[in-house]
């Protein structure tokens, strides 16, 4: 197995009332295991549409997605949840940490669920592998804006899935922030050989991609 993920002839349309509205066109897309990959493109382009279909949190109108070679536009949404959950990490530009629980429960909760031994140790591990050993303890309430989207990226690849699927994962951080979480995700997917598809306004960040497709008007261009 070579492609981790394809997509083909992929559509997404929209109905409000009479009007159908095309969000994606006809998009083919292929994802190496180990690729890097980011989308650019104006706000309207079609970018998160994009990503919750690869996520399977969104259905396509149209077209087929196989992840490892399973078709997984024809199963059914508890399927596409178990396959999610195992392969599959999503970080977004809000952070829907847990509010109540602290940075390590937000973690190791993941973890605990998907039956992992010494969730705590792990969650402790990674946080700290992130910057993060004296923040521990802290709700989210008590943290930057920064460490709140590192906690996020660590709940998120937790389970180490085989993709992360981020989108504008620094879009609510400065620049000093957004170089931190992007050296994260870049020096996480290159140790762990995930593959890493990263939606971006920032060019820079684009770049270290080894690979930039741009939407514009819900078709690669
Ligand atoms: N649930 C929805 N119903 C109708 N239109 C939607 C819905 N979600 C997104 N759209 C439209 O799809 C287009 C692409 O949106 P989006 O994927 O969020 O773009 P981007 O992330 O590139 O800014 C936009 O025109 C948006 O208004
Ligand atoms: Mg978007």
Redo the contacts with the bound molecule.
């Keep these: 197995m070579n492609n981790l993920l394809q997509l083909k002839k992929i559509n997404l349309k929209?109905q409000?009332g009479k009007d159908t509205?095309k969000?994606l066109q006809d998009i083919d897309l292929i994802i190496k295991q180990k690729e890097t990959i980011s989308i650019v493109?104006?706000?309207?382009?079609?970018?998160?549409?994009?990503i919750?279909l690869i996520g399977g949190l969104e259905k396509v109108t149209s077209g087929k997605i196989y992840f490892q070679d399973q078709d997984i536009t024809s199963l059914t949404e508890d399927e596409i949840s178990e396959i999610r959950r195992k392969n599959i990490g999503i970080v977004f530009q809000s952070f829907y940490l847990i509010p109540n629980y602290t940075a390590v429960e937000n973690v190791a909760l993941t973890l605990e669920l998907n039956k992992f031994e010494k969730p705590f140790d792990q969650a402790k591990e990674l946080l700290d592998r992130f910057g993060l050993k004296n923040r521990l303890n802290n709700l989210p309430s008590q943290l930057s804006g920064g460490e709140q989207q590192r906690v996020a990226i660590a709940r998120s690849i937790a389970m180490k899935p085989e993709l992360i699927l981020a989108?504008e994962p620094t879009g609510n951080l400065d620049s000093e922030n957004s170089k931190m979480i992007s050296d994260i995700l870049f020096n996480y997917v290159k140790e762990e050989g995930s593959s890493l598809i990263l939606?971006t306004h920032d060019l820079k960040l684009a770049n270290r991609a080894k690979k930039i497709i741009k939407?514009m008007d819900?078709k690669i261009v």
């Excluded at 493109?41 to 994009?50: F, H, N, P, R, Y």
């Design positions: 929209y409000t509205i969000v493109g104006e706000s309207g382009s079609g970018k998160t549409s994009l919750m989108d939606v939407l819900g």
